[in-house]
Nanobody, 125 residues
């Protein structure tokens, strides 16, 4: 599985961005996808995840109500719509695919098997 994240950039506080993650390789529609982020000097943290069908989503408390994860399986793409952005949302954002069955929580980065290269999001005036 290869993942390519895009859509990052510089945005003012209160603004919006939409990140995309294009997948290739194994059947995209069969596995869970997630978004994580890592700010300078901090550990990678969970942002959002979506089930293989798109029916179930889960968010970190810090982004709930502002971010929306979605997927279009026919296009092998997962999205992260980010609204009402804050300076503390500044980070490199990574998409990830959870292909193998695991008992590890879907909010834990080590439960994901494949990672994209990351896209920088900077929220600043």
């Amino acid at each position: 599985v290869q993942l390519q994240a895009s859509g990052g950039g510089l945005v003012q506080p209160g603004g919006s961005l939409r990140l995309s993650c294009a997948a290739s390789g194994r059947t995209f529609s069969s596995y869970r996808m997630g978004w994580f982020r890592q700010a300078p000097g901090k550990e990678r943290e969970f942002v959002a995840t979506i089930s293989w069908s798109g029916a179930n989503t889960y968010y970190a408390d810090s982004v709930k109500g502002r971010f929306t994860i979605s997927r279009i399986n026919s296009e092998n793409t997962v999205y992260l719509q980010m609204n009402s952005l804050k300076p503390e949302d500044t980070a490199v954002y990574y998409c990830a695919a959870r292909v193998l069955a695991t008992a590890v929580s879907m909010t834990v980065s080590r439960s994901y098997d494949y990672w994209g290269q990351g896209t920088q999001v900077t929220v600043s005036s």
